[in-house]
């Protein structure tokens, strides 16, 4: 439901002869074929690339896995956990008891998504200009590395060791507080910058920790954590999170409230952008998210709502070509 707005559904058993035939004639007048089986899957059903490329010598080929098309772990299961595991996102959520901690949402799905459309986009456009079809491939684990490129380079190139968390504040294990989540008096607040510590200090009525001996410069701050978390977040008790807001936004500081869910679907910055959309639905309105980017020559919108299974199974067929009679006796011969 989530992410087939503005597609259309089709069943087919590619196992069977007539099935098989579908969708011969459907990568005939495609432009894209995108699959996610393990590896070698496509192949034994007869529609590796190869296969799809003696149809249509132009198609771009999309393949998604877990870990990659080959190597030690080609033929293991993939799926999101397990590809932040192997991946390091469970390293860069060490908890401060030093539990490694997954990320609360499929993020290597999602990130991988988004690799594979860019991917498929980038053949697409090598495409337009050559005339060239190519197989494209995008894995769950390479999006995982990918997404921490700013702490894999840190990590690669220097001394700083592994990634360490060392407290519930703490946002990000290369960068010292307030960097992080803090406690008001009624919720959390987000603070940011370090060279707005002087700022920050004068605004909760606390002496200027910058001057601090502990907590004088960036690596104080970073071993002397604890220290200085607690003093930020013992001041920020004294307050709710929107009694701290205004007066750190007349400063221009670098904060923001730590909402709900409930609370981000309500904010006045979401409900501007048009982020959720009401369509209707095979199953009534339906609440959508929408596009996250704007195109001011075509704009992206949420034209229909996720299909039904096979919802639209007649209608491709007639795109490849498909009589009534002939759809008939696919469904009798149960391909579609």
């Given at each position: 439901m989530s992410a087939n707005r503005n597609k259309k559904s089709i069943t087919v058993d590619l196992k069977h002869p007539s099935g098989k035939e579908v969708i011969r004639r459907l990568v005939a007048v495609s432009d894209v074929v995108y699959e996610n089986f393990r590896p070698g899957v496509m192949e034994r059903l007869g529609f590796g690339y190869a296969d799809c490329a003696a149809i249509t010598p132009s198609i771009v080929y999309a393949s998604a896995s877990g870990y990659g098309p080959d190597g030690p772990y080609a033929h293991k299961p993939g799926q999101d956990v397990l590809a932040q595991a192997v991946g390091g996102f469970g390293a860069i959520n060490v908890s401060g008891a030093g539990r490694p901690t997954p990320v609360g949402m499929s993020i290597t799905d999602v990130m991988g998504g988004m690799n594979g459309g860019f991917a498929v986009l980038a053949a697409l456009y090598h495409r337009l200009n050559t005339g060239e079809g190519q197989h494209v491939h995008v894995s769950l684990l390479n999006s995982a590395i990918a997404a921490q490129s700013e702490q894999a380079v840190h990590f690669l190139n220097t001394a700083v060791g592994e990634p360490v968390r060392g407290t519930v504040m703490h946002a990000h294990p290369y960068i010292p507080p307030p960097y992080g989540f803090y406690a008001t008096k009624d919720g959390y607040i987000a603070l940011s910058s370090g060279r707005q510590v002087p700022q920050l200090c004068r605004i909760l009525g606390i002496p200027d920790l910058s001057k601090d001996p502990r907590f004088g410069?960036?690596?104080?701050?970073?071993?002397?954590?604890?220290?200085?978390?607690?003093?930020?977040?013992?001041?920020?008790?004294?307050?709710?999170?929107?009694?701290?807001?205004?007066?750190?936004?007349?400063?221009?500081?670098?904060?923001?409230?730590?909402?709900?869910?409930?609370?981000?679907?309500?904010?006045?910055?979401?409900?501007?952008?048009?982020?959720?959309?009401?369509?209707?639905?095979?199953?009534?309105?339906?609440?959508?998210?929408?596009?996250?980017?704007?195109?001011?020559?075509?704009?992206?919108?949420?034209?229909?709502?996720?299909?039904?299974?096979?919802?639209?199974?007649?209608?491709?067929l007639e795109l490849a070509g498909y009589t009534s009679d002939e759809m008939a006796a696919l469904r009798a011969e149960g391909a579609v």
């Open positions: 410069d960036y690596w104080k701050r970073d071993r002397n954590r604890v220290e200085f978390e607690q003093l930020i977040e013992d001041a920020l008790s004294q307050r709710t999170t929107a009694e701290w807001l205004p007066l750190m936004e007349a400063e221009d500081l670098f904060a923001a409230p730590v909402q709900t869910f409930a609370q981000t679907f309500a904010d006045p910055q979401v409900t501007h952008n048009r982020m959720v959309v009401t369509v209707d639905s095979p199953i009534g309105p339906l609440k959508l998210i929408a596009p996250a980017f704007t195109l001011t020559g075509t704009p992206a919108t949420v034209r229909t709502a996720p299909p039904t299974h096979g919802q639209h199974t007649a209608e491709i």
